[in-house]
């Protein structure tokens, strides 16, 4: 396989799959022109004049849609680790014998450990999404047929968007729907609050399935996906586990350490300036992430200070700051728990969005850069601070990107990470797989101090006088080195073969994955 | 070295385990050292702990044997005190230490008079909760041998709080050790007296005489491996023969720089329960504080269980101090900053000692004897009281 070094010095192949790759060129580097992909034209005429799109089962719906060897398939993961549906979308493709389909998930969870009998056997020829926990074992083992590509949620809808991928049948997964098609998440057994990850699949796929388990009758309102684009919709009794789908309740962690990485967190967007009237900031679910919200709240409302809009991953944190008046509005990139549901159910100022109006980096903008401040996680950092999400330090995949290379344009992008694991390093010489550049990445705040990127001087000259430990990354790498017993040792890689990519926020490629030698 | 057994375990095993490890390790008579090693940091780590259990191998002798290790991150510290009671149950006798070298920064003294609002107590068998427990800046560590550790991993426990004194970095807190009750607590002695400990807690106390066994055996092991800076002891109450002695205790050793309580255990002697408004210890507690403060020592309260009540602990701090303690224990990190928010002066307090010690100095000046700050008279305690405040102010960054 020819691997060409791109602009950020990582070795990537040429092509993938038989497709044609740009290496990185740097961020912001590459615009391309031409044209965006071409949905093909419709007419009405064609489709039932009552409405009723309704067919018998997903089996009539995949037939009448034309599946056939070799199409690419998409799903979506609003229903998280609660999806039976996926699961049972390619017992059906297997049952009909169909093989090499290209599966085109916005993420994959531990659930979908069933389907790698499906790659086993060559009905799923690989998988572009994310390849998580068993998925991503198998994949980082060299198993899958083809290979891997790796997006963002703004990469996935440029992909879609840019005519790289095209999705031949979208399915989509309605907690509600009508018969004609029209479909949200916010009511319904299986609700999830929205669906905006299923937006760039129902705009471009040739043919478009909408499975409910809560069929309403025509308007199906809020329209989240609008009918107009749909093909068929096809009922089923249901789509998954409902508690796995959202949680009841969504805690803080109780890690003492991760709570003063959140104490330090808000502390520092207090000290820089960042907190003041009108501002606003991105949070996410993992334990810290939804710490630093409390930390927070503590100081804005200590101060008087009221936030314009709150980007989220949506928790109940999310829905008090709203409730209390703290932040006009949430825009809500995918729900958590039952309170955001509830929230966007009923208040209009919690506002569902899609990975086209945050995030898709070939728009006439994107939300993304509007953020104040962004609090993300890393798996790795190095001392240029570029950052990995996608693996391990051991070589394997163990996550997916999400919306963390899209966040990365706040303008201030803090990662908040331990500075290690057990006896596993977090900040090191070299990331394992590079996901975002370290020019975009502002500030890491751990358990043992807080670095400011070098190019930040402002951040810098800002927090001089602060009680915050502030250090250099290096020093914080020295420390962890220390306590880990010196320079952890690289994982023993197949250099000559790439299991899977790394897409950057524009299409081009900025990292590959390596097969993990056996005899490690 | 003599052996009866050829093999034996030691360490923790299980999928809930972390920043910890297992071995096995059974003698054989040839075919030298077989390592099997399971680690979850292999690849990163493997080399590294290889090396380290074959160094480990030849310092203590052991030329011939199948060795397991079970590794879910251990530190290096951890891993050669789990080594070394693998090792010591193979030979029951063996007196050689394996020691890492001493970090640096570990390198620090105490004094007698130094804050101790809080002190967060670290079961002494928990690897996992050492590493980052100065991080949240408790006056003091203690690295507890006696209730939290199992009886069967008490030689586990010495060994990992040993290594933990040289290896660990606490970021410059006091570092206590409560070793366990006497006798036993001074077989604790020699795995901590020349590691650099600064305060030892002995717990159950209920004569001078302990105190004095314990200082003596301090005083012996300090001479015996050179140790010169000063090894202070905190005397734990925790019987109703203990209230009777406290001021006895209290005065025992020139050393001793606190005197606290534990209640669970003085209740339970009592046949009472500990109640949140604690009417069945308010005597015990006043006896405390009143023994520490006649022997000049500091009087330091009992912990507050109970670690998702943030508001109950500020108030039991609140209470803790108008009864006249100068610290309370902690179970959990995030006590920390409750506590020394509770012990440090308000801001009236603050105000207040500052006018009173500028008219006291402009008084001075003047050479006038009677000082009044409005209709009241400053007589010398007050002017003394309030020194106090001011500097209690500084320490805890409030003034």
Same mark, same amino acid.
């Given at each position: 396989?020819?691997?060409?070094?791109?602009?950020?010095?990582?070795?990537?192949?040429?092509?993938?799959?038989?497709?044609?790759?740009?290496?990185?060129?740097?961020?912001?580097?590459?615009?391309?022109?031409?044209?965006?992909?071409?949905?093909?034209?419709?007419?009405?005429?064609?489709?039932?004049?009552?409405?009723?799109?309704?067919?018998?089962?997903?089996?009539?719906?995949?037939?009448?849609?034309?599946?056939?060897?070799?199409?690419?398939?998409?799903?979506?993961?609003?229903?998280?680790?609660?999806?039976?549906?996926?699961?049972?979308?390619?017992?059906?493709?297997?049952?009909?014998? /169909?093989?090499?389909?290209?599966?085109?998930?916005?993420?994959?969870?531990?659930?979908?450990?069933?389907?790698?009998?499906?790659?086993?056997?060559?009905?799923?020829?690989?998988?572009?999404?994310?390849?998580?926990?068993?998925?991503?074992?198998?994949?980082?083992?060299?198993?899958?047929?083809?290979?891997?590509?790796?997006?963002?949620?703004?990469?996935?809808?440029?992909?879609?968007?840019?005519?790289?991928?095209?999705?031949?049948?979208?399915?989509?997964?309605?907690?509600?729907?009508?018969?004609?098609?029209?479909?949200?998440?916010?009511?319904?057994?299986?609700?999830?609050?929205?669906?905006?990850?299923?937006?760039?699949?129902?705009?471009?796929?040739?043919?478009?399935?909408?499975?409910?388990?809560?069929?309403?009758?025509?308007?199906?309102?809020?329209?989240?996906?609008?009918?107009?684009?749909?093909?068929?919709?096809?009922? /089923?009794?249901?789509?998954?586990?409902?508690?796995?789908?959202?949680?009841?309740?969504?805690?803080?962690?109780?890690?003492?350490?991760?709570?003063?990485?959140?104490?330090?967190?808000?502390?520092?967007?207090?000290?820089?300036?960042?907190?003041?009237?009108?501002?606003?900031?991105?949070?996410?679910?993992?334990?810290?992430?939804?710490?630093?919200?409390?930390?927070?709240?503590?100081?804005?409302?200590?101060?008087?200070?009221?936030?314009?809009?709150?980007?989220?991953?949506?928790?109940?944190?999310?829905?008090?700051?709203?409730?209390?008046?703290?932040?006009?509005?949430?825009?809500?990139?995918?729900?958590?728990?039952?309170?955001? /549901?509830?929230?966007?159910?009923?208040?209009?100022?919690? /506002?569902?969005?899609?990975?086209?109006?945050?995030?898709?980096?070939?728009?006439?903008?994107?939300?993304?850069?509007?953020?104040?401040?962004?609090?993300?996680?890393?798996?790795?950092?190095?001392?240029?601070?570029?950052?990995?999400?996608?693996?391990?330090?051991?070589?394997?995949?163990?996550?997916?990107?999400?919306?963390?290379?899209?966040?990365?344009?706040?303008?201030?992008?803090?990662?908040?990470?331990?500075?290690?694991?057990?006896?596993?390093?977090?900040?090191?010489?070299?990331?394992?797989?590079?996901?975002?550049?370290?020019?975009?990445?502002?500030?890491?705040?751990?358990?043992?101090?807080?670095?400011?990127?070098?190019?930040?001087?402002?951040?810098?000259?800002?927090?001089?006088?602060?009680?915050?430990?502030?250090?250099?990354?290096?020093?914080?790498?020295?420390?962890?080195?220390?306590?880990?017993?010196?320079?952890?040792?690289?994982?023993?890689?197949?250099?000559?073969?790439?299991?899977?990519?790394?897409?950057?926020?524009?299409?081009?490629?900025?990292?590959?994955?390596?097969?993990?030698?056996?005899?490690? | 070295?003599?052996?009866?057994?050829?093999?034996?375990?030691?360490?923790?095993?299980?999928?809930?385990?972390?920043?910890?490890?297992?071995?096995?390790?059974?003698?054989?008579?040839?075919?030298?050292?077989?390592?099997?090693?399971?680690?979850?940091?292999?690849?990163?780590?493997?080399?590294?702990?290889?090396?380290?259990?074959?160094?480990?191998?030849?310092?203590?002798?052991?030329?011939? &044997?199948?060795?397991?290790?079970?590794?879910?991150?251990?530190?290096?510290?951890?891993?050669?005190?789990?080594?070394?009671?693998?090792?010591?149950?193979?030979?029951?006798?063996?007196?050689?230490?394996? =020691?890492?070298?001493?970090?640096?920064?570990?390198?620090?003294?105490?004094? *007698?008079?130094?804050?101790?609002?809080?002190?967060?107590?670290?079961?002494?068998?928990?690897?996992?909760?050492?590493?980052?427990?100065?991080?949240?800046?408790?006056?003091?560590?203690?690295?507890?041998?006696?209730?939290?550790?199992?009886?069967?991993?008490?030689?586990? &426990?010495?060994?990992?709080?040993? %290594?933990?004194?040289?290896?660990?970095?606490?970021?410059?807190?006091?570092?206590?050790?409560?070793?366990?009750?006497?006798?036993?607590?001074?077989?604790?002695?020699?795995?901590?007296?020349?590691? %650099?400990?600064?305060?030892?807690?002995?717990?159950?106390?209920?004569?001078?005489?302990?105190?004095?066994?314990?200082?003596?055996?301090?005083?012996?092991?300090?001479?015996?491996?050179?140790?010169?800076?000063?090894?202070?002891?905190?005397?734990?109450?925790?019987?109703?023969?203990?209230?009777?002695?406290?001021?006895?205790?209290?005065?025992?050793? *020139?050393?001793?720089?606190?005197?606290?309580?534990?209640?669970?255990?003085?209740?339970?002697?009592?046949?009472?329960?500990?109640?949140?408004?604690?009417?069945?210890?308010?005597?015990?507690?006043?006896?405390?504080? %009143?023994?520490?403060?006649? &022997?000049?020592?500091?009087?330091?309260?009992?912990?507050?269980?109970?670690?998702?009540?943030?508001?109950?602990?500020?108030?039991?701090?609140?209470?803790?101090?108008?009864?006249?303690?100068?610290?309370?224990?902690?179970?959990?990190?995030?006590?920390?900053?409750?506590?020394?928010?509770? =012990?440090?002066?308000?801001?009236?307090?603050?105000?207040?000692?500052?006018?009173?010690?500028?008219? =006291?100095?402009?008084?001075?000046?003047?050479?006038?004897?009677?000082?009044?700050?409005?209709?009241?008279?400053?007589?010398?305690?007050?002017?003394?009281? &309030?020194?106090?405040?001011?500097?209690?102010?500084?320490?805890?960054?409030?003034?």
């Amino acid at each position: 396989m020819k691997l060409i070094k791109n602009a950020i010095g990582r070795l990537v192949p040429a092509q993938v799959n038989g497709q044609k790759q740009i290496p990185f060129k740097g961020v912001d580097k590459f615009k391309p022109s031409g044209s965006k992909a071409k949905p093909k034209i419709n007419s009405c005429i064609d489709f039932p004049e009552d409405g009723n799109k309704v067919v018998k089962n997903l089996k009539e719906a995949l037939k009448k849609a034309g599946l056939k060897d070799g199409m690419t398939i998409s799903t979506h993961h609003h229903l998280r680790n609660g999806d039976a549906l996926t699961n049972i979308l390619f017992d059906t493709i297997n049952s009909m014998g /169909v093989k090499n389909i290209r599966w085109f998930p916005s993420a994959s969870f531990p659930i979908h450990e069933h389907l790698i009998k499906y790659l086993e056997d060559g009905t799923i020829h690989h998988i572009e999404g994310s390849m998580n926990g068993p998925l991503g074992r198998f994949t980082t083992e060299g198993k899958m047929k083809g290979i891997g590509i790796l997006r963002s949620h703004g990469g996935r809808y440029q992909a879609v968007q840019d005519g790289e991928v095209h999705i031949d049948i979208a399915v989509i997964a309605a907690p509600t729907s009508d018969p004609f098609g029209n479909a949200n998440g916010v009511n319904g057994k299986s609700a999830s609050g929205l669906i905006g990850f299923a937006l760039a699949d129902s705009e471009y796929a040739d043919k478009v399935i909408v499975v409910t388990d809560n069929l309403i009758p025509f308007p199906c309102v809020p329209w989240q996906i609008q009918g107009n684009n749909v093909d068929y919709v096809v009922q /089923v009794d249901s789509l998954g586990d409902a508690s796995k789908i959202v949680s009841g309740t969504t805690e803080v962690t109780k890690s003492p350490d991760r709570l003063l990485i959140a104490e330090y967190v808000a502390q520092f967007i207090d000290e820089a300036g960042i907190m003041k009237n009108g501002f606003s900031f991105q949070a996410g679910s993992g334990g810290t992430n939804l710490a630093f919200v409390l930390y927070l709240k503590e100081r804005m409302k200590a101060k008087n200070v009221k936030a314009r809009f709150v980007r989220g991953g949506s928790t109940k944190y999310l829905v008090q700051l709203l409730e209390e008046g703290l932040t006009d509005y949430i825009l809500d990139g995918q729900t958590f728990d039952l309170e955001g /549901v509830r929230s966007m159910r009923e208040n209009p100022n919690h /506002v569902n969005t899609s990975p086209f109006t945050s995030y898709n980096f070939h728009g006439k903008g994107n939300f993304a850069s509007i953020v104040d401040v962004a609090v993300l996680g890393a798996t790795e950092v190095d001392v240029d601070f570029n950052a990995n999400v996608v693996s391990h330090s051991d070589g394997y995949l163990l996550h997916g990107i999400g919306g963390w290379q899209n966040c990365l344009y706040s303008k201030c992008t803090i990662l908040a990470v331990p500075s290690f694991r057990d006896r596993i390093p977090v900040i090191i010489d070299e990331v394992t797989t590079l996901c975002g550049p370290g020019e975009l990445i502002d500030v890491i705040i751990t358990e043992r101090g807080i670095a400011i990127n070098p190019k930040r001087k402002d951040l810098i000259k800002l927090m001089k006088d602060s009680s915050l430990p502030i250090k250099s990354i290096k020093q914080i790498r020295d420390e962890v080195y220390s306590i880990c017993g010196g320079a952890p040792s690289k994982p023993k890689l197949n250099r000559n073969k790439v299991v899977a990519v790394v897409k950057w926020v524009d299409g081009t490629v900025i990292d590959s994955v390596f097969q993990i030698n056996k005899t490690n | 070295m003599k052996n009866i057994l050829t093999k034996s375990t030691a360490g923790k095993r299980g999928d809930n385990v972390r920043s910890d490890c297992y071995f096995e390790i059974e003698l054989t008579n040839s075919a030298g050292i077989k390592l099997d090693i399971k680690s979850k940091v292999a690849s990163m780590y493997g080399d590294s702990i290889k090396k380290q259990l074959n160094e480990m191998c030849k310092f203590f002798g052991i030329k011939n &044997a199948n060795i397991l290790l079970e590794d879910n991150g251990a530190l290096p510290f951890v891993m050669a005190a789990r080594f070394e009671l693998v090792v010591k149950r193979l030979f029951p006798d063996l007196n050689k230490q394996f =020691f890492l070298p001493v970090n640096k920064n570990n390198l620090t003294s105490t004094t *007698k008079e130094r804050l101790r609002r809080s002190r967060l107590y670290l079961p002494g068998n928990e690897s996992k909760f050492f590493m980052n427990a100065g991080l949240h800046k408790p006056d003091g560590i203690i690295l507890d041998l006696e209730d939290s550790v199992a009886y069967s991993e008490k030689e586990a &426990a010495q060994l990992l709080v040993r %290594n933990a004194l040289r290896s660990v970095d606490f970021y410059g807190v006091e570092r206590m050790v409560r070793i366990n009750q006497l006798p036993r607590g001074l077989e604790d002695l020699k795995f901590i007296v020349p590691h %650099n400990v600064h305060v030892i807690l002995i717990p159950k106390c209920e004569s001078p005489n302990q105190v004095i066994e314990v200082e003596n055996e301090v005083n012996r092991l300090k001479e015996e491996n050179h140790v010169e800076h000063e090894i202070y002891f905190m005397p734990i109450i925790e019987s109703a023969l203990g209230i009777i002695k406290a001021y006895e205790i209290a005065s025992a050793s *020139k050393n001793n720089c606190a005197l606290t309580i534990g209640l669970e255990d003085y209740t339970a002697d009592l046949g009472t329960q500990r109640t949140i408004e604690g009417k069945e210890s308010f005597y015990a507690r006043s006896i405390i504080v %009143n023994a520490a403060k006649a &022997a000049g020592i500091q009087a330091i309260d009992t912990v507050f269980s109970d670690v998702a009540d943030m508001e109950g602990l500020k108030q039991s701090v609140i209470e803790a101090k108008s009864l006249g303690f100068e610290g309370k224990g902690c179970i959990h990190p995030r006590q920390v900053p409750v506590v020394h928010e509770g =012990f440090a002066p308000t801001s009236e307090e603050i105000e207040k000692a500052k006018k009173i010690v500028l008219s =006291f100095e402009e008084a001075e000046k003047k050479g006038i004897g009677v000082v009044s700050l409005g209709s009241k008279m400053i007589d010398a305690p007050v002017v003394k009281r &309030a020194q106090k405040t001011i500097q209690l102010a500084i320490l805890n960054d409030k003034a």
